[in-house]
């Protein structure tokens, strides 16, 4: 089956960190997508995870680990605008590489 | 200007009549995909096509069709909308160049079905 977990709601500060965990358990993983989402506006994309590891991109950041079924994505020197939904995606690899989105957590950035 | 372009926008209709949502890139992208997104959902797959003579079912596709006039088109219908239709429509393409292979969505189209 797949199913694709993450908190539903998030609230931090601004300039502070915040951490969103995701947990995944689907057939024919293939890597791990984050996006970011503005209310009412299209996903972008953020970062890519196929390897185990942390890959960073300035003040994000994004882990795997492909044995425990879990990722996360990190976000520093949180600013006003960082407040939007983060989606989680894990590519599947059946036939055909399909995106599996999870409901997405929105973050609140207060001043 | 916009990679991926989605008309219209925002769209109200009633029951039962038939509606067309169009979606076209510039990126050179041979694949393409229809999603809907509900409040408290992920978004949830329709349809998906790999280029102009391939088109596939998603994980929810009853109750709509799709045609690949070209491989920069892709538009979604609603053969008979419902009111559980009332939904935002995103249209996503991919490449498979290599390398990270991220879809990239266009802005949307919100519609209503009354």
């Known amino acids: 089956g797949q199913n694709i977990d993450q908190p539903t709601e998030m609230t931090a500060t601004e300039g502070a960190i915040v951490q969103i965990n995701c947990t995944y358990q689907?057939?024919?993983?293939?890597?791990l997508f984050w996006y970011q989402q503005h209310a009412g506006e299209a996903p972008t994309f953020l970062s890519y995870n196929v390897l185990d590891g942390l890959e960073e991109k300035g003040r994000f950041s994004s882990f795997l680990s492909r044995s425990k079924g879990y990722s996360y994505l990190l976000l520093k020197e949180l600013q006003m605008k960082d407040s939007a939904s983060y989606l989680c995606a894990a590519l599947m690899n059946t036939g055909f590489q399909k995106l599996v989105f999870g409901t997405g957590t929105r973050l609140l950035v207060s001043p | 200007d916009a990679d991926v372009t989605q008309t219209p926008r925002n769209r109200i209709t009633k029951t039962g009549k038939r509606i067309m949502l169009e979606c076209s890139q510039t990126?050179?992208?041979?694949?393409m995909y229809w999603y809907r997104q509900d409040p408290g959902l992920g978004l949830q797959l329709i349809y998906y096509?790999?280029?102009?003579?391939?088109?596939n079912k998603g994980e929810i596709s009853d109750g709509y069709s799709v045609s690949r006039q070209a491989q920069a088109k892709f538009s979604l219908s609603l053969e008979s909308a419902i009111p559980n239709q009332t939904a935002l429509y995103f249209c996503?393409?991919?490449?498979?160049?290599?390398?990270?292979?991220?879809?990239?969505f266009g802005p949307g189209t919100r519609l209503t079905v009354l």
């Open positions: 689907t057939s024919g993983f293939n890597g």
């Open positions: 996503a393409t991919s490449d498979t160049s290599g390398g990270v292979n991220e879809q990239f």
């Open positions: 096509s790999f280029d102009v003579k391939d088109i």
């Open positions: 990126k050179g992208h041979d694949r």
